[in-house]
C-alpha cells in the first residue's frame, strides 16, 4: 500500500507523541523524576529532522549567535549548546538520506566550488592519518563536517525556495542584534572603553575579533537590503535601525581586522562599480604581495618605529595596527605566525595535522619573539590566521586548498554578479554582489584571526558560499524576490 508523503509526517507524528507519553510515563512512575517535560522540545526537533530538515537548519542560524560554549578542561574539549549538536544530527540525517535516496542535485555535487570543498576535506582527512596527534585532528576533522554539511551541502538545496535565502540572512541578523544590544549595554556601563571592549559580549562570543567579524559580514548584507529591488517603503525603512546599530556596534567592538575587512570589502565594491575587471584586481592583489615581500625590512623598520598602542580614540586605534614595537596584540600574533612558518619548514608537506597547531608550536618559539602574553606551555589558542594554520598543520596543499576555496568563491560571486547585469536580473545582482562583500570582510580577517573552528562564524561564512551557488545554479537568470 503506498501512503502519501502527508500521511507519512502524520504517521510519524503520532508515533513521536507516543513515545513521548510512553517515556514520560515510565519517569513519572518508576523513576520520579521531571526531567522528560524536557522531551516535548527534542521530540518536536526530531520531528522535523524527519520531515523538515530546512527549518532545522534555520533553527540552529537563529540560534548561533545565541548559542553558549561548555568548556570540559577534562579532555580539552568545547562544545556550542544547543547548536553543534544539532548540526551533527543534520549530518547524520543527510548522510542517511543520500545513501538510501541518492538524489541530490547533480549541478550542486559537481560544482566547481563543491570540488574545492571535496578535496579540502579529502587532504584534512589524509593529513589527520599522518598527524601527531591523530585523535585531536580527526576531531577537528568531524568538526568541520559538520559545519560544512548543514550549511553548505544542504543549505543550497533549501536555497531554491528563494524565500530560504532571506530567512537565513535575517534569522542571523535579529538574534546577532539581540547580541549586539547586550554587548551594548554591558559596554555602557564601563564607559564604552578598550579594554572591557574585549569581554562584554561574553558568554555568546569568546572575544571582540569574532564578534567583530561576524558583525563585518552582515554589514554589507543590510547595506543591500536598503537598495534591494522590490522591498516596499516601510520594509526599507525597518531596515535602517539594524543597519545603524551594527555601525555602532562595529565601532564599539574595537576589532581592528574587523575595520580592515570592511575597508577592503569598500575598496573592492568601488572598484566593481568603476567596472575594474576580476584579472586587474587579483594582478593589484598579487603585485601588493609581492611588493611586501621585496620592501618586507623597509616596512619593518617602520612599523618598528610605531609605538602607539590600542587606544579608545579610533584613529590611534587604527594607527596601532602596524606597532609591532610594543603592542603586546601585535607582537604575540607574530610570534604564532613565525611559529607556524618554523613548523611548515619542518613538515612541510603534510603538517602537524589538522588541528594540532596549539598542542606543538610552543617548541617553536624564539625567546626573543616571545611576549607578556605568551606562555611556556603554548596553551593560548592558535595560529591566528586561516592561511598559516593550514599552512603549519596540512603543508603547502592545506594553504593552496584554502586559497583556492576562498579565491574561487570570491570570483563565484562576481561572475554572478555580471551575469544578473547583463540579464537586468537586479535582485541576484545585489544578493550576489553583497554575499561576496561580506566573505571579503572575513578572508582578509582571517589574515589576522581564525574562527573557521566555531560555529558563530563557521555558519554564516559556509552559508554565504551556498548562497552564491545556489544564486549560480537556481538563479542566476531569474528574479530573486524578497
Known sequence: MHLSAK??????LYLLVALFLGTGLFFLLE??????????????????????LDKVILFITFFTPLAITLHDPRIGAALSIPTEPLMFGVVVVFLGNLILERNYNRHVARHPLSYLIYFSLFWMLVTSFTSQLPLVSFKHLLSRIWFVVPFYFVAIPMFRDKKNIHRF???????????????????????????SGHWVMSPFYNDHTAYGAAIALYLPVLAG??????????????????????????????TRAAWLGSGVALVVLLLVLLRIRFRWVMAGAVLLVVMGFLFYQPILNRMEKNRQNSSTNMEDHIESMTNVSSDASNLERLNRWASAIRMFKQRPWLGWGPGTYQFVYAPFQLASERTVISTNLGDRGTAHSEYLGPL??????????????????????????????????????IMSLVITL?????????????????????????GFMAILVALDVYHSRKKLKA
Open 225 to 254: 537590503y536598503l537598495l534591494y529591488p522590490g522591498l516596499s517603503f516601510t520594509k526599507r525603512l525597518l531596515v535602517v535601525p539594524f543597519f545603524v546599530l551594527y555601525i555602532i556596534a562595529i565601532v564599539f567592538s574595537y
Open 169 to 195: 540572512l535575517w534569522l542571523y541578523i535579529v538574534a546577532l542584534s539581540g547580541v549586539i544590544i547586550y554587548t551594548l549595554i554591558r559596554h555602557a556601563a564601563h564607559g564604552f572603553d578598550e579594554e
Open 7 to 12: 500521511t507519512k509526517k502524520v504517521i510519524v
Open 31 to 52: 523513576k520520579k523524576t521531571l526531567w522528560f517535560f524536557v522531551l516535548p522540545v527534542v521530540l518536536i526537533v526530531a520531528y522535523y529532522y524527519v520531515v523538515s
Open 392 to 429: 603549519s598543520e596540512e603543508g603547502i596543499l592545506g594553504l593552496l586548498s584554502v586559497l583556492a576555496l576562498f579565491g574561487y568563491a570570491v570570483y563565484l560571486g562576481l561572475r554572478v554578479y555580471h551575469r544578473a547585469k547583463e540579464t537586468k536580473n537586479r535582485e541576484t545582482g
Open 438 to 462: 561580506g566573505l571579503i570582510t572575513y578572508f582578509v580577517h582571517g589574515f589576522l584571526n581564525n574562527f573557521l573552528g566555531t560555529d558563530k562564524l563557521s555558519v554564516p561564512v559556509w
